[in-house]
């Protein structure tokens, strides 16, 4: 990939993601893959004013080792300084910025119930400080092209090539044009048009049809805003946009309020493994049947990782036309997939989408019927026939979806 | 390089650099162009029944960023949770391994005295912390083929033919061949016969001379022994080597007892900078006069970088036609550079050649005339003409070293 055009991708991650005001913190997670990008956004980062840039490096390879051959209890054990961190993370508040490159198979042959148990027990630490800034920063995931994932995506073309293509599928799909700061400002506006509009139906709940097997209801939050595009940190005041790309016009239903079947439309690529060909049933609100045709291990542990991970968090609406869509390319890798079309999102609801959400702590906003969970699996159900009526408080029927895109 | 070799160094590393043990806790710090390596390492270090194997992943590319863009007070912070970490290196005492693969020019153009205000302010809340860990805890430098070094030490061959040449070197001079273990055992045991010999001399003093212009005399310790190869742990016990490779024969000697001048041999790589053609005059033990060809802000930024800078902290004796000087190579790079003829090192001084070292803590060995510093650099000064004269405690003269390498 040419230097300028790196350069100017991460200019849009440190500028219109994270949007890095001068004298903030910055922490960026990124593999050891993908250095030179790294570099650039540590280098923007600081163009835009940050007072200190940290670069946390990850790698798919030793983490695999590390699952492997580690003991559980070495695994799980959270030494004090990282507890440390969190009151520091707390305390500065650093933009988090994160790249995704991981080989989508990557985990593949780790005990996926010793994974889920180390995260689990992780987590259990991590969530109460997590819990305090909430909302508070600002973050961004984005995506860079690394040889694993890319052969992958594009299997028998040769790595280097396959690097190539995926960088202008990542380049194209985030809008890293010409002018790709004026293109995410129009882009947000037609979000936030669409969003304006659902907000004010004042729904009740959606169904969801389509020829593949899907019947589903889920009941809406009446205290929850539809969103899309960008977010605005609490108290900061500080626009910025969490992902890179983002496609999509998603609310927070009310938890434990759904029933039916859906059907996913793409594989989902879960803590390295792959889920593929699969259905979830929920009854009062809550999974009681899932079925993989490949993983069907991998999403029963997902599903049972703590009570909030049998609800949903999140329904999302994407055009089936979208651009990542018509790229017809399949990321296996939710970033991209959950904006390729519709999608629903087990565990963890997002609580800034209460109204007035800043007046209450986490602990209340969940209380207010946003689900709690220390997952957040987004899969995918959109398809070309896929149709989602709304049915509103006072007893309207909506058209939101007619054959896989908006019907308004 | 092949797989299979590069695991065998990755063991070497672990078995007879660090000797993990089990149970033990391991942090390797790595370049992260050095990913396939590193994996290798925790793999061994696993292998060998290490509980929990960190890795602390550093980029030249992104330091060398950080050091321009960041501001000094910015660079100067050192959080709360990053003193918890030196806590918790302090309970478990984990080995340490460190892996070396920079380009020596990696931070050309970063503001000498910036970096260095940078070391001694961290260093300033370290140093407390190390001094309670010192001598009791095993690591161990290795060294790793990166193709910015490569290109240094090998200019005109192109990259990939670099990196290979570089890794034969690096293999070779690590005496990593068909039993690195039994290589590593014989090549210890004679550098013992060497240091015990040494030990039994009782010097008063060593009179270098040679062509170059070298003439010089430094006072040895009569509390500190000669040591050369392996190591043992305080406390426990366990024996390791702290460089692989490692040909030298040294001791600490008295803090502020030299007089006379040394011309540097090979260049020096000091903190991403090269230092050439340089000498150091000494007056009272201390340095009162610098001058180099190249680097000379380098130089003089060092032995001010605090009090016990401008004082020795080590005498190594290297035969001149050792393993690493036959290669030809100059490698910019201390760990090989350093091996390769005789040296002396500004700063640091080893408190565990002081006999009976585990009574005392590490102020009172610092009183017992080990030089204190944060810094310790190693330069050299061994050339084929060098001759080293001992003169005993009881007045008589011993041949050391004769045209370049041991007289005895």
Known sequence: MKKSVLKKYAYLIAKVGANVQKGQYVELTVDVNQEVLADYIVEA???????????????????????????????????????????????????MIYIESSDPDALNGVDVAKYTEVRRSNMKIIKPYRNLRENKYQWIIAGAASPAWAKKVF?????????????????KTSRCDDD??????????????RFEYLNSLNLD?????????????????????????????QDSGIYYN???????VFTSPLAGKAEGIVFSTKPLSFQGQLIEHFSIRFENGKVVEVHAEKGQESLEEMVHMDEGAAMLGECALVPFESPINETGLLFYNTLYDENAVCHLALGHGFTNLIKGYEKYT???????????????????????????????????????????????
Request: one cysteine or more.
């Open 45 to 95: 980062c600081y163009k835009l004013g940050a007072r200190m840039v940290k670069v946390r490096w990850t790698s798919d390879k030793v983490e695999k080792t590390t699952y492997k051959k580690a003991k559980l209890d070495a695994l799980c054990e959270f030494p004090e300084y990282e507890k440390a961190r969190q009151e520091y993370l707390n305390e500065k508040l650093p933009c």
């Open 155 to 171: 299997p028998g073309v040769p790595t280097k090539k396959a690097v190539n293509m995926l960088w202008d599928a990542i380049l």
């Open 205 to 233: 709940y959606l169904h969801y049809e389509s020829k593949n097997g899907t019947n589903f209801k889920v009941w809406m939050n009446p205290l929850c805003n539809w969103l899309g595009g960008g977010e605005t940190g």
């Open 362 to 408: 986490q602990e209340e906003l969940f209380k207010m019927g946003v689900n709690d969970s220390n997952l957040h699996v987004d899969f995918m159900i959109g398809s070309r026939d896929l149709n989602i009526t709304g049915y509103t408080k006072d007893g309207k029927k909506v058209a939101i979806f007619k054959n896989g895109t908006w019907a308004f």
């Open 242 to 248: 969490p992902n890179i790309p983002s496609e999509e």
């Open 180 to 193: 790709p700061i004026k293109a995410w400002d129009e882009h947000n506006k037609d979000l936030k048009k």
